[in-house]
């Protein structure tokens, strides 16, 4: 078996206990940063603890800044940061 498919063994596909608050709380923090909201386009998603970051964003700066965020929720074990940046990067 996949290592990916763990969680999904463990928890089901409703994800482990804690993972909807921990969305909820990685959402509620990033609209505290002007900067991660629009124009980005950013989804969060949390299983087993994991926060998996999906999206565009402006910039190489702000898809960090993303990750920098999220990974102090309380709760979040990793964030594994899927965002693609637009123009370029700049």
């Known amino acids: 078996m996949l290592a990916a498919c763990a969680p ?9 206990p804690g993972d909807a608050q ?3 709380d990685v959402r509620a ?6 900067e991660l909201g629009p124009p980005a386009l950013l989804s969060v998603q949390t299983l087993d603890g994991a926060v998996y970051l999906y999206g565009v ?3 190489d700066l702000v898809r960090d ?3 920098s965020v999220a990974a102090q929720v ?3 074990k ?3 940061n899927s965002l693609g940046v637009t123009n370029g990067g700049r």
């Open 74 to 76: 309380r709760g979040v």
């Open 8 to 16: 999904y063994e463990k928890c089901g596909f409703a994800g482990c």
């Open 22 to 24: 921990i969305t909820a």
């Open 65 to 67: 800044q993303a990750e």
């Open 57 to 59: 964003v402006n910039t």
């Open 29 to 34: 923090v990033f609209e505290r940063h002007p």
């Open 78 to 80: 990793k964030v594994v």
